[in-house]
């Protein structure tokens, strides 16, 4: 896990598992790792193990890149249906 400050990396976590990660941190430890980064939850599971598993990263250096926003936009964002709750 690493933490950034200003596109800076103030600290970096690092173990073999989410949970040894996460006892590192010294936050929330009535949480488990694989709980606080989702590893356990349902549709995680199914996308981890899906043969289509295409997850991609950024760095936060990349995060003003329009190119990868687009990307990760249409993947992420734009395939929701959010309802528009406004009126006129």
Do not use: A, C
């Amino acid at each position: 896990m690493e933490i950034y400050l200003d596109s800076n990396k103030i600290r970096q976590f690092t173990g073999f598992t989410p949970d040894d990660v996460w006892k590192k941190v010294g936050i929330h430890t009535k949480f488990s790792g694989s709980y606080i980064f989702g590893i356990t939850h349902e549709s995680i599971q199914q996308l981890l193990q899906s043969k289509d598993n295409k997850l991609v990263t950024y760095k936060p250096e990349e995060w003003n890149n329009n190119e990868i926003l687009m990307k990760v936009y249409n993947r992420h964002i734009k395939t929701r249906k959010i309802p528009n709750t406004m009126i006129n």
